[in-house]
């Protein structure tokens, strides 16, 4: 069920279970296809059958996300992953402390340029329609050098938000591509909803969002898709459930309760014979409101890189649940404070450290789920080892070592040191 | 600096909203505002107006831009941008129940900030009253003409006066506790289905 924020801006009085616990919850949610276990706990019965009602409403800003779970306007929130490690971290306006202990799957993201922009790589580099991510990347970076002696603006790229996925994967794609992305660009955020207008009406010259908007712009024939996610790095956590530490503690039955029932839709939404049903779902005006058909190939990972026909098969670019995709694992979150730290967000201490880990909350996942559950590889592991879950640049992320893992990038924020100002 | 010698920014893309705030700022003594309808270019009119507060619609999705803005102006050492004051949570709760989101540059006293908030919030409030009276308005001219439409159909039908054919509309309403205008919609549209 979903419903808007009346005129009065109220909303219905939480429901109280036995034990004085909630057990009717305000969600907030954006529409994105990785709302998809939210909606599908919602409408298919998995939250009812915990005993829970979620009242899903849709927002318009990640700030007005946060700032409505803090103000107690919203008891759970589909939130980015870097979303509850910035507030722990103290980070952003009005930080609050926020936990999750539930992640909602992996996937999603995609990284679109405008057709202008990519046409000028093909042209002066000679890059096939199949580039490889890097390839593309590098490619860029051969035009960003050619407008730069040609005395052209710097291309204005979109992301969503100062601390989103969206936002390191595009620095981490650009600056492996060799690209400083606070020099050689200017990124922007803009609202996914917007992205696909923003790049046909020339304000931005490409963007890094989740689905679908990647596909919408490209079936448009505005943009094209040069890097997905997985290419970046398949394991890099997408979106979370946040919580406010203290709603968590008083209200742990239901709690428990929730990621019982977030579990079971995340199994059905990973399961191929209910995407249909799913993709029925999400299309809906009250959660995503596009085409039906595709939402339902976002869902089959059949992307459409351009409107020429130009097509790949991404079999895991959506991961519901398999893979552990749901465990809140800490060394993903102190891999988000490495990112943070390479951008100039936040210095590194051991403080940040403890602080960024205690956002994921593997411990309320495995009360809840058993300790069956949980991955057999640890909560701290280091990353980008396993085949299959490679780093596009090929580095490691150690969590026993994030000043040395940041300090070896070639492109990161320690190489501004005479940086003084930022044209935004 | 006094309280009315504050910069202040309101980016609100409803324009009669933003007229309605400007207008109660000034009444208050702040001489210093600036009113934006849209956001193209406003970290530009950000960084040159320097404003004290920012009031900012919360439904306004490139909230999550002007984040953005404050993260970039962070690193250059610029004062930190926060949502009023923390520890005020009513006053918060207050303004993001009426769709104000204010952002309260660093190093403002809450008094100093509390009254303009205050003052937007009461303006917002004052929007929304106005935009349901003309709603209420609007459904009100709506009714008379359902009932116009339904006496003329009853005059012509029963060969009844205006008079008669209100009268008996309105006795039908008490008799089965509906209201006049919901009478007289049954009747436009069974005559639509009967004729």
């Given at each position: 069920?979903?419903?808007?924020?009346?005129?009065?801006?109220?909303?219905?009085?939480?429901?109280?279970?036995?034990?004085k616990?909630?057990?009717?919850?305000?969600?907030?949610?954006?529409p994105?296809?990785?709302?998809?276990?939210?909606?599908?706990?919602?409408?298919?019965g998995?939250a009812?059958?915990?005993?829970?009602?979620?009242?899903?409403?849709?927002?318009?800003?990640?700030?007005?996300?946060?700032d409505?779970?803090?103000?107690r306007?919203?008891?759970?929130?589909?939130?980015?992953?870097?979303?509850?490690?910035?507030?722990?971290?103290?980070?952003?306006?009005?930080?609050?402390?926020?936990?999750?202990p539930?992640?909602?799957?992996?996937?999603?993201?995609?990284?679109?340029?405008?057709?202008?922009?990519?046409?000028r790589?093909?042209?002066?580099?000679?890059?096939?329609?199949?580039?490889?991510?890097?390839?593309?990347a590098r490619?860029?970076?051969?035009?960003?050098?050619?407008?730069?002696i040609?005395?052209?603006?710097?291309?204005?790229?979109?992301?969503?938000?100062?601390?989103?996925?969206?936002?390191?994967?595009?620095?981490?794609?650009?600056?492996?591509?060799?690209?400083?992305?606070?020099?050689?660009?200017?990124?922007?955020?803009?609202?996914?909803?917007?992205?696909?207008?923003?790049?046909?009406?020339g304000?931005?010259?490409?963007?890094?969002?989740g689905?679908?908007?990647?596909m919408?712009?490209?079936?448009?024939?505005?943009?094209?898709?040069v890097?997905?996610k997985?290419?970046?790095?398949?394991?890099?956590?997408?979106?979370?459930v946040g919580?406010?530490?203290?709603?968590?503690?008083?209200?742990?039955?239901?709690?428990?309760?929730?990621?019982?029932?977030?579990?079971?839709?995340?199994?059905?939404?990973?399961?191929?014979?209910?995407?249909?049903?799913?993709?029925?779902?999400?299309?809906?005006?009250?959660?995503?409101a596009?085409?039906?058909?595709?939402?339902?190939?976002?869902?089959?990972?059949?992307?459409?890189?351009?409107?020429?026909?130009?097509q790949?098969?991404?079999?895991?670019?959506?991961?519901?649940?398999r893979?552990?995709?749901?465990?809140?694992?800490?060394?993903?979150?102190?891999?988000?404070?490495?990112?943070?730290?390479?951008?100039?967000q936040?210095?590194?201490?051991e403080?940040?450290?403890?602080?960024?880990?205690?956002?994921?909350?593997?411990?309320?996942?495995?009360?809840?789920?058993?300790?069956?559950?949980?991955?057999?590889?640890?909560?701290?592991?280091?990353?980008?080892?396993?085949?299959?879950?490679?780093?596009?640049?090929?580095?490691?992320?150690?969590?026993?070592?994030?000043?040395?893992?940041?300090?070896?990038?070639?492109?990161?924020?320690?190489?501004?040191?005479?940086?003084?100002?930022?044209?935004? | 600096?006094?309280?009315?010698?504050?910069?202040?920014?309101?980016?609100?893309?409803?324009?009669?909203?933003?007229a309605?705030?400007?207008?109660?700022?000034?009444?208050?003594?702040?001489?210093?505002?600036?009113?934006?309808?849209?956001?193209?270019?406003?970290?530009?009119?950000?960084?040159?107006?320097?404003?004290?507060?920012?009031?900012?619609d919360?439904?306004?999705p490139n909230?999550?831009?002007?984040?953005?803005?404050?993260?970039?102006?962070?690193?250059?050492?610029?004062?930190?941008?926060?949502?009023?004051?923390?520890?005020?949570?009513?006053?918060?709760?207050a303004?993001?129940?009426?769709?104000?989101?204010?952002?309260?540059?660093?190093?403002?006293?809450?008094?100093?900030?509390?009254?303009?908030?205050?003052?937007?919030?009461?303006?917002?409030?004052?929007?929304?009253?106005?935009?349901?009276?003309?709603?209420?308005?609007?459904?009100?001219?709506?009714?008379?003409?359902?009932?116009?439409?339904?006496?003329?159909?009853l005059?012509?039908m029963?060969?009844?006066?205006?008079?008669?054919?209100?009268?008996?509309?309105?006795?039908?309403?008490?008799?089965?506790?509906?209201?006049?205008?919901?009478?007289?919609?049954s009747?436009?549209?069974?005559?639509?289905?009967l004729?």
């Amino acid at each position: 069920m979903t419903s808007r924020r009346n005129d009065s801006g109220g909303l219905a009085a939480p429901g109280l279970g036995p034990g004085k616990q909630q057990r009717v919850l305000r969600a907030g949610f954006i529409p994105l296809m990785d709302a998809s276990v939210l909606v599908a706990a919602a409408e298919c019965g998995f939250a009812e059958r915990e005993g829970l009602t979620l009242d899903l409403v849709r927002d318009v800003s990640w700030a007005n996300v946060r700032d409505r779970l803090a103000f107690r306007q919203f008891d759970i929130a589909h939130m980015l992953s870097p979303m509850p490690v910035a507030s722990m971290l103290g980070l952003g306006s009005n930080p609050s402390p926020t936990i999750t202990p539930f992640s909602l799957g992996r996937g999603g993201n995609a990284i679109t340029l405008s057709l202008r922009l990519f046409e000028r790589m093909q042209s002066l580099t000679g890059i096939g329609e199949d580039a490889s991510a890097l390839d593309n990347a590098r490619a860029l970076a051969s035009v960003l050098a050619d407008m730069r002696i040609r005395g052209e603006q710097p291309p204005t790229l979109g992301m969503t938000y100062p601390f989103s996925s969206h936002n390191y994967e595009f620095r981490y794609w650009l600056a492996a591509g060799g690209i400083d992305p606070d020099r050689d660009v200017k990124l922007v955020v803009v609202p996914p909803p917007l992205t696909s207008d923003a790049l046909a009406a020339g304000a931005i010259d490409g963007f890094c969002v989740g689905a679908p908007w990647n596909m919408v712009a490209s079936e448009r024939g505005v943009g094209r898709i040069v890097a997905a996610k997985q290419d970046i790095w398949p394991s890099a956590p997408e979106k979370v459930v946040g919580i406010r530490p203290d709603w968590a503690a008083t209200n742990s039955d239901t709690v428990s309760r929730l990621i019982v029932a977030l579990d079971a839709a995340a199994r059905w939404c990973d399961t191929p014979e209910n995407h249909d049903h799913l993709a029925e779902m999400l299309a809906d005006t009250r959660y995503i409101a596009t085409e039906v058909s595709i939402i339902r190939r976002v869902l089959a990972g059949e992307f459409s890189l351009d409107a020429k026909g130009n097509q790949r098969l991404l079999l895991d670019y959506f991961v519901f649940h398999r893979q552990n995709a749901n465990y809140p694992r800490p060394s993903q979150a102190l891999w988000i404070y490495s990112q943070m730290i390479r951008w100039g967000q936040v210095g590194f201490s051991e403080k940040g450290s403890q602080q960024a880990a205690s956002a994921f909350r593997p411990d309320i996942y495995r009360q809840a789920l058993g300790d069956a559950a949980a991955p057999d590889d640890g909560d701290i592991r280091i990353e980008g080892t396993t085949e299959g879950d490679r780093f596009m640049d090929a580095m490691v992320f150690d969590p026993a070592d994030i000043d040395a893992y940041v300090g070896a990038f070639p492109v990161g924020s320690r190489h501004h040191q005479t940086s003084t100002s930022h044209d935004f | 600096m006094s309280n009315t010698d504050l910069t202040i920014l309101v980016i609100d893309e409803n324009a009669v909203r933003a007229a309605i705030i400007d207008e109660g700022l000034r009444e208050a003594g702040h001489t210093h505002v600036t009113v934006v309808h849209e956001v193209n270019g406003i970290a530009r009119i950000v960084e040159t107006l320097a404003p004290d507060v920012i009031i900012i619609d919360i439904e306004n999705p490139n909230r999550d831009m002007m984040e953005h803005l404050f993260q970039l102006t962070r690193t250059v050492a610029r004062p930190i941008a926060m949502f009023v004051d923390r520890s005020d949570t009513t006053s918060i709760e207050a303004a993001v129940d009426a769709g104000v989101s204010a952002y309260i540059v660093d190093g403002l006293k809450k008094e100093r900030v509390k009254p303009i908030l205050d003052m937007a919030v009461s303006r917002f409030n004052a929007f929304s009253r106005l935009q349901r009276e003309l709603a209420e308005a609007r459904s009100a001219l709506e009714e008379r003409k359902i009932i116009e439409r339904a006496k003329g159909i009853l005059m012509k039908m029963r060969g009844l006066s205006e008079e008669e054919a209100f009268a008996l509309l309105r006795q039908t309403a008490m008799n089965e506790k509906k209201k006049l205008a919901d009478i007289a919609q049954s009747v436009v549209t069974a005559a639509g289905l009967l004729l």
